[in-house]
C-alpha cells in the first residue's frame, strides 16, 4: 500500500507562485507515473499533471499549460508541482496521484490508482 503525504500549499497572492511537494512511501516509486489533479470547492477533480516514470514524458492541462511545472525526483520519492502565475481560478485543494508501473502521462483518472489526502491553496486578488 502507498502512502502519499503532500505539503507545500498555502495562501498567494494572484501572480505569485507556490511549489507542492509530495512524498511516497510503502511502494517502489521509480517505476510509476505520477501526477497531481485539483478540486475546487463545489466541482469535480481535475488531473492538472502528469509525469511519466523516469520524468521524460509531462502532459498538462490546458488551464495550467505554461504555468504550472511537474517534475520528480527518484532518489527522494518525490513529485513536485511548481505553480507560477497563480490566478483567481486555480484555488482547490491539490492532490498528488500515483499510477500504474511504467503508465502514461494521460490525464485520465483511471491511470491513477492512489491519491493523497490533498493540501489547501488559496489565491487573493
Known amino acids: 500500500q502507498v502512502q502519499l503525504v503532500e505539503s507545500g500549499g498555502g495562501l498567494v497572492q494572484a501572480g505569485g507562485a507556490l511549489r507542492l511537494s509530495c512524498a511516497a512511501s510503502?511502494?517502489?516509486?521509480?517505476?510509476?507515473?505520477r501526477g497531481w489533479c485539483r478540486q475546487a470547492r463545489g466541482k469535480g477533480r481535475e488531473l492538472v499533471a502528469a509525469?511519466?516514470?523516469?520524468?521524460?514524458?509531462?502532459n498538462y492541462a490546458d488551464s495550467v499549460k505554461g504555468r504550472f511545472t511537474i517534475s520528480r525526483d527518484n532518489a527522494k520519492n518525490t513529485v513536485y508541482l511548481q505553480m507560477n502565475s497563480l490566478q483567481p481560478e486555480d484555488p482547490a485543494v491539490y492532490f498528488c496521484?500515483?499510477?500504474?508501473?511504467?503508465?502514461?502521462?494521460?490525464?485520465?483518472?483511471?491511470?491513477?490508482?492512489?491519491w493523497g489526502q490533498g493540501t489547501q491553496v488559496t489565491v487573493s486578488s
Open positions: 496521484a500515483f499510477g500504474r508501473p511504467y503508465g502514461s502521462t494521460r490525464l485520465a483518472s483511471a491511470d491513477f490508482v492512489s
Open positions: 510503502g511502494r517502489t516509486f521509480s517505476r510509476y507515473s
Open positions: 509525469i511519466s516514470w523516469r520524468g521524460g514524458n509531462t
